[in-house]
C-alpha cells in the first residue's frame, strides 16, 4: 500500500506544480478519487486534469421560491434595512456553531432558510450526527473582519456573502462579493483576493489579502454535505429569542428542528478552558475532517482527523508514528512528546502553499491552532517513536 500512497501523492504534488497552487483542490480530488495507481492510468489522468482547467463563472441564485437567479444580494430578500447590518428577513433565521473553520481570522454570521413547512430532521440513530436537509434550504455564511476587535462601535467589513442551496441532488455553491461601499454584494465566480485592514483583540494591526476561492472548490470540502449542520456544532449554549439557553431546545421551539438528536460528542473551544484533549482533537473535526474522515478528499491518506479517530489511544488511525515524505526534515506524521518533531504541525506553519495543511485557501498559519495542538502532541506518551 505504501507504493500507491506514495505514488499518487507525488502525482498530485506534480500537478499542483504544473498549476496555480489555488487550482490544486480540483485537481487532488481528481487524483484521489478516480486515478489508478499505476503509472500509464496516472499520467492519461494528469492530461485530462490539465486541460480540464477553467476560470469559475459566477453562479447567481434565486430567492428562496423563486427560479429567478439574481446578481445582487439586495435582490434575494433576505435581509431586510440596511443590507450590510445583515438584519434576518422574517423566516431567515440565524445560527452559530461551536468551532468555526479558521479562515484568516474572518469571523462569520450564519443563516438557514427552509421551504414553507418543512424542518430538518434529527438523524434517527447515532451512527452519524448530520442533520437531514431539506431540498430548497439555504444556508448562508456571511464572512466579514471587524474594524477594531476591541471597539464593537467601529462596525465591520464584509468580504463575501457564501450559499449552499439543497436540491434534489445535492448543493448549489455561490458566492457574492461586497463592495467597497458595503451597500451590496455582487455575484462572483471567486479565486480572488480581496485586500483586508483590521485590528485584533490585541490591537495588533492586520494588512492582508482574504483569498475567495473559486466556487468550483467549494465541493473539495462539502462534498454535497452542509458541514456545520451536525449535533457536534449546533450543540451549543447561549441566549437564544424565547429565552433557550441551548441552541438545540430554540431550533425545536422555534419548529426548524423536528425532533431533539441522540446525544453524543459536542465539541469545545480549542481557545477555551475545557480539557486540552477534547480542545485538540474539537479542532481538528473542525478543520481537517471534512477532508480527512472516511469520506472526504484526503480519505485516501487514512488520516483521520474527526473526533471518533483522534482518541490518543487508538494508535491505529492516529498516524502515531507513521512515516511520510519529510517536511521541513520531519518524517512523522505525530511523534509522541515531540510537536517540534510531527510532521503534521510542519505542514500546518508551511508557507509553502503546495504542502501547507489544511490545504484550502487559507494564506496565514493558524497560531493558536498550532498550539493547542502542540500541546497535545507534547502531553503524548510515551515519548518519541521507535
Ligand atoms: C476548506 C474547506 C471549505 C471550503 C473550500 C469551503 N467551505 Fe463552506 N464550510 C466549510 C466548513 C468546515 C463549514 C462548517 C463550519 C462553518 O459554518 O464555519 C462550512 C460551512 C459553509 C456554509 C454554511 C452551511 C454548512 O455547510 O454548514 C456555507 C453556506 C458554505 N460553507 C458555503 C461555501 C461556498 C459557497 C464555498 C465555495 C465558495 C465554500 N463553502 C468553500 C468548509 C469549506
Ligand atoms: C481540502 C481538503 C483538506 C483539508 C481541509 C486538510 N487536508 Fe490534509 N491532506 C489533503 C490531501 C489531498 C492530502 C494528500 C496530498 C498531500 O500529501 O499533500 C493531505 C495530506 C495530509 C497529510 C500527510 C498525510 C500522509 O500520510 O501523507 C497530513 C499530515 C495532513 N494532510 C494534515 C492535515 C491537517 C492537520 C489538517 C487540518 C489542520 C488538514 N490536513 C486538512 C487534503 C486536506
Given at each position: 500500500m505504501m507504493t500507491g500512497r506514495g505514488s499518487w501523492r507525488a502525482a498530485i504534488l506534480e500537478t499542483i506544480r504544473a498549476n496555480?497552487?489555488?487550482?490544486r483542490f480540483k485537481n487532488a480530488r481528481d487524483q484521489l478519487r478516480?486515478?489508478?495507481?499505476?503509472?500509464p492510468a496516472f499520467a492519461l489522468g494528469l492530461v485530462v486534469l490539465l486541460s480540464s482547467c477553467q476560470i469559475d463563472e459566477p453562479n447567481p441564485i434565486p430567492p428562496p421560491g423563486s427560479s429567478t437567479p439574481k446578481d445582487?444580494?439586495?435582490?434575494?430578500?433576505?435581509?431586510?434595512?440596511?443590507?450590510?447590518?445583515?438584519?434576518?428577513?422574517?423566516g431567515v433565521i440565524p445560527y452559530d456553531i461551536n468551532v468555526p473553520l479558521y479562515s484568516d481570522g474572518a469571523q462569520k454570521r450564519r443563516f438557514m432558510i427552509l421551504p414553507p413547512t418543512q424542518r430538518l430532521a434529527a438523524p434517527v440513530?447515532?451512527?452519524?450526527d448530520r442533520w437531514v436537509i431539506p431540498a430548497g434550504t439555504y444556508f448562508v455564511k456571511n464572512f466579514f473582519f471587524p474594524n477594531d476587535a476591541r471597539d464593537q462601535t467601529k462596525g465591520i467589513h464584509l468580504v463575501e456573502t457564501r450559499f449552499l442551496v439543497r436540491t434534489a441532488e445535492g448543493y448549489l455553491a455561490s458566492t457574492y462579493l461586497w463592495n467597497t461601499d458595503q451597500t451590496d454584494a455582487i455575484v462572483s465566480g471567486g479565486n480572488v483576493d480581496v485586500p483586508v485592514q483590521w485590528i485584533d483583540e490585541q490591537g495588533v494591526q492586520h494588512a492582508q489579502s482574504f483569498h475567495v476561492p473559486g466556487?468550483?472548490?467549494?465541493?473539495?470540502?462539502?462534498d454535497q454535505r452542509a458541514?456545520?449542520?451536525?449535533t457536534r456544532q449546533m450543540d451549543l449554549a447561549g441566549a437564544f429569542s424565547?429565552?433557550?439557553?441551548?441552541q438545540i431546545d430554540f431550533l425545536m421551539a422555534e419548529g426548524v428542528l423536528d425532533a431533539r438528536p441522540p446525544a453524543g460528542v459536542t465539541l469545545s473551544?480549542?481557545?477555551?478552558?475545557?480539557?486540552m484533549d477534547g480542545r485538540a482533537r474539537s479542532y481538528l473535526d473542525a478543520?481537517?475532517?471534512?477532508?480527512?474522515?472516511?469520506?472526504?478528499?484526503?480519505?485516501?491518506?487514512?488520516l483521520y482527523l474527526d473526533y471518533e479517530h483522534?482518541?490518543?489511544?487508538?494508535l491505529a488511525s492516529l498516524a502515531i508514528c507513521r512515516q511520510v515524505p519529510a517536511v521541513a526534515g520531519r518524517d512523522r506524521v505525530i511523534v509522541p512528546g515531540h510537536p517540534e518533531q510531527s510532521e503534521f504541525l510542519a505542514r500546518m506553519e508551511s508557507p509553502d502553499p503546495f504542502v501547507r495543511?489544511?490545504?484550502?485557501?487559507?494564506?496565514?498559519?493558524?497560531g493558536a491552532g498550532i498550539a493547542v495542538l502542540s500541546e497535545w502532541v507534547t502531553a503524548m506518551s510515551p515519548a518519541g517513536c521507535p
Open positions: 496555480d497552487p489555488t487550482r478516480s486515478v489508478p495507481m499505476k503509472g445582487h444580494l439586495s435582490q434575494l430578500g433576505i435581509f431586510q434595512g440596511p443590507l450590510a447590518a445583515l438584519t434576518p428577513a422574517p440513530d447515532d451512527t452519524t466556487t468550483s472548490y467549494c465541493q473539495d470540502c462539502h458541514l456545520g449542520i451536525r424565547d429565552g433557550s439557553t441551548n473551544d480549542p481557545t477555551g478552558t475545557g480539557p478543520n481537517c475532517a471534512h477532508c480527512h474522515a472516511e469520506r472526504g478528499l484526503a480519505s485516501g491518506t487514512r483522534t482518541d490518543p489511544s487508538s495543511m489544511p490545504l484550502g485557501p487559507i494564506r496565514i498559519p493558524d
